[in-house]
Structures are given as C-alpha cells and as structure tokens.
C-alpha cells in the first residue's frame, strides 16, 4: 500500500467524531488507526465504536481518544505471511503490518466476500418483515412520476424499490409488504414479472394514510418486530445490526439517522449586547442526524396509530416522545444514506452505486 493511501486510514487522537465519520465514508472500510506525534500506533477506532459512543453520549464533537481502543492486533512484517490466520483467529478483518518501532507499514485487510453468502448464519433477518410505503406519488420528482410510479423509477437499469429489496434480501429477509396506492396497477405489474424468491404483499390504500396510517391495514400479519422503509431510499448499513440494537435496547420505536454535515457559506458573526462582536468563524460547519426514513417498530405499536387516519412516522414518533416512550436511534454516516427523493441527490445516488454510465 502506497503511502498516500496509507494516510487515508490513519488519524490522530485529536480528531473528533464527525471528523473520524468523514474519513471512515472516505476509505468505505469502516476502520482508523490512531497514530501518536511520532507516527506510532496506539488505538484502534470502528464505524462500530463510534456508533455506540453516539447511542451512548450522542457527542459528535468528542475527540477519538475518548472511544479508541487501546490494544490493536498488529503483525509484523517478518510474520506477515501469518496474517490470514491471524485475523481469523481474533475475527478482525484489518490487521496493520508494522515496524519494530511500532509504526504501520502497511495494512492487510480481509476479503469482503468468503463464499459464505447464502448459508443461514448469514441470513439473520428470514423471519423478519420488511413494510415498504410505496404509495406517494414523488411529487418532489416530477416529470418523472408523472409517467412512472416513484418505486419504479430507476436507479441504473433497475428500479429503487428492486434494489431496495435485494439489499434486504441479503440478509434472507422474504416476508415484503408494500403500501400502495398511487399507480399501484403498474407496481403489482412489474413485481408480479420479477419474483423469484420472496413474498411480496400488497396492502391497497383507498385514500392515502401517510408513512404510519397505513400499517393498521397490516395489524393481522405483524406479529414480532418489523421493519418500515421509504421507497426512495437506500441504506448501506448492517440490517442484522440495527434490528439487533432494536432488540436490545428496550425500544418501542428505533428510527435510523444519518449524520448530516451542513457548511455555512459566509462568515458567521457572534456577537453580546449592544452589537458588540466577540469573535467571528470562517464558514463554520454544522452537524446533525437526520431521519432516513427507515425504523423498527414492536408490533405492539400498531394499537398507537389511528385507523383510516392520515398518520405520519413522525405523527407517531411524536407521541411516544409526549408519552414518555421508549424512541431510539441508530446512528449512520452521511455516505451511508442515499435518498433518490430529489433529482439531485438521485444523481448521488448512481454516482455513488457506480451507475452514471449505465
């Protein structure tokens, strides 16, 4: 690994958790090493780590040393040929090659994919059902949907509600439902072609219900946890992850965020009474988690929603914050977020999946 390359996985203890979120989208590895003024190794951060310090504290602006593990498994470069048991033997999939001096030579990471795919240990969420709200009419992509149903638009040659599902299908979810409403002759058309194996169901709205309106439609076929999605987005994150922290936490409702970097485009003034400036920032940055529009929901909850009532996600999200409930969140970075819900950010989206020249 060349040593341009090297740096983009290398950080100092320093840094703070947004800055560390931007790098790991950066390397798209989900791994920084923490190096001292002398290069030096001494910690280890993850996607994963970051995301229980921001479950836990919610601080984006802790430093890395706060969250960093300070043991990391190294090899040296005379024990390099060893790396593949290494790493299977402590189940790390980055293992740093360094010096006698403890300085990273070189970085060794497993491959992403062993041939192990399909086997049942990785497909954790069989029996888990996926809710995609597929019944809006994209008034935010017009022309588009003036022609095409918004789940049918497509992203590359295949359509965003297909992509969708495979990512779910990954991890062996087969039980979909889909809420349609607008053009829904022509989604059951295009589905009904492209089946294989899974089950989708539809759930036919006669007048719209919203995000969360719609689910009492379903309250027969809901039995255990399940997961709701907008049909105009795709999260590259751990499915079998996020519905595991939903199970763990004591959550009612779990909504997925994506961190949100904002940059002011001026120099921002701040300023004490009678006008007078005390201090000034050169186009500052602004950071938050905004709602994906993906969660996890207990079946239970189905009971809070008003039946044939106009009802939003967010309605409901809303009352269980009044009631005291129990609202959580899992924490995503700003690269793991695509939203095809504008022509813009659809744009991003084939950029980011490689698409442009499809």
């Given at each position: 690994?060349k040593?341009?390359?090297?740096?983009?996985?290398?950080i100092?203890q320093?840094?703070?958790?947004?800055e560390?979120?931007?790098?790991?989208?950066?390397?798209?590895?989900?791994?920084?090493f923490?190096i001292?003024?002398?290069?030096?190794?001494?910690?280890v951060?993850t996607?994963?780590?970051?995301?229980?310090?921001?479950?836990k504290?919610?601080?984006?602006q802790?430093?890395?040393?706060?969250?960093?593990?300070?043991?990391?498994k190294?090899?040296?470069?005379k024990?390099?040929k060893?790396?593949k048991e290494?790493m299977?033997?402590y189940l790390?999939?980055?293992?740093?090659?360094?010096?006698?001096?403890?300085?990273?030579?070189?970085i060794?990471?497993?491959?992403?994919?062993?041939?192990?795919e399909n086997?049942?240990?990785n497909?954790?969420?069989?029996?888990?059902?996926?809710?995609?709200m597929?019944?809006g009419?994209?008034?935010r992509?017009?022309?588009?949907?003036?022609i095409l149903?918004?789940?049918?638009?497509?992203?590359?040659?295949?359509?965003?509600?297909e992509r969708?599902i495979?990512?779910?299908?990954?991890?062996?979810?087969?039980?979909?439902?889909a809420?349609?409403?607008?053009r829904?002759?022509?989604?059951k058309s295009?589905?009904?072609?492209?089946?294989?194996?899974?089950?989708?169901?539809?759930?036919?709205?006669?007048?719209?219900?919203g995000?969360?309106?719609?689910?009492?439609?379903?309250?027969?076929?809901?039995h255990?946890?399940?997961?709701?999605t907008?049909?105009?987005?795709?999260?590259?994150a751990n499915y079998a992850?996020?519905?595991q922290y939903?199970?763990?936490s004591?959550?009612?409702l779990t909504?997925?965020?994506a961190?949100?970097?904002?940059v002011?485009?001026y120099g921002?003034?701040?300023s004490?009474?009678?006008?007078?400036i005390?201090?000034?920032e050169?186009?500052p940055?602004?950071?938050y988690?905004?709602?994906?529009?993906m969660?996890?929901l207990?079946?239970?909850?189905?009971k809070d929603?008003?039946?044939?009532?106009?009802?939003?996600?967010?309605d409901?999200?809303?009352?269980?914050?009044k009631?005291?409930?129990g609202?959580?969140?899992y924490?995503i970075s700003?690269?793991?977020?695509?939203?095809?819900?504008e022509?813009?950010?659809?744009?991003?989206m084939?950029?980011?999946?490689?698409?442009?020249?499809?």
């Amino acid at each position: 690994m060349k040593r341009e390359e090297l740096g983009r996985f290398l950080i100092t203890q320093t840094v703070i958790v947004v800055e560390a979120m931007q790098r790991i989208d950066s390397n798209a590895k989900g791994i920084l090493f923490v190096i001292d003024e002398s290069e030096k190794l001494i910690g280890v951060v993850t996607d994963g780590d970051i995301r229980r310090w921001l479950i836990k504290t919610g601080d984006l602006q802790g430093e890395i040393h706060h969250i960093m593990n300070r043991n990391p498994k190294v090899i040296t470069c005379k024990e390099r040929k060893k790396a593949k048991e290494y790493m299977e033997k402590y189940l790390i999939t980055a293992l740093p090659v360094v010096t006698k001096e403890n300085r990273i030579k070189d970085i060794i990471f497993k491959e992403e994919s062993d041939g192990s795919e399909n086997t049942e240990q990785n497909m954790p969420l069989q029996e888990v059902p996926v809710v995609i709200m597929a019944g809006g009419k994209g008034t935010r992509l017009y022309p588009y949907t003036k022609i095409l149903p918004k789940p049918l638009i497509p992203i590359g040659d295949i359509p965003i509600m297909e992509r969708i599902i495979h990512e779910f299908r990954k991890y062996g979810v087969r039980d979909f439902h889909a809420t349609v409403n607008y053009r829904k002759s022509m989604i059951k058309s295009y589905f009904s072609d492209n089946i294989s194996d899974y089950m989708l169901d539809y759930v036919e709205e006669d007048k719209p219900l919203g995000t969360a309106g719609s689910l009492t439609l379903l309250g027969d076929k809901l039995h255990k946890p399940f997961i709701v999605t907008n049909c105009d987005i795709l999260i590259h994150a751990n499915y079998a992850d996020i519905y595991q922290y939903h199970l763990e936490s004591g959550n009612e409702l779990t909504m997925v965020t994506a961190l949100k970097n904002i940059v002011v485009p001026y120099g921002v003034v701040h300023s004490s009474e009678n006008g007078r400036i005390y201090s000034m920032e050169e186009k500052p940055r602004l950071s938050y988690f905004v709602n994906t529009g993906m969660y996890i929901l207990n079946p239970e909850l189905l009971k809070d929603i008003p039946e044939g009532a106009f009802f939003h996600m967010t309605d409901l999200a809303d009352k269980l914050l009044k009631e005291e409930r129990g609202v959580g969140m899992y924490p995503i970075s700003e690269e793991s977020f695509l939203d095809m819900g504008e022509f813009e950010e659809m744009h991003r989206m084939e950029e980011k999946l490689s698409l442009k020249a499809e």
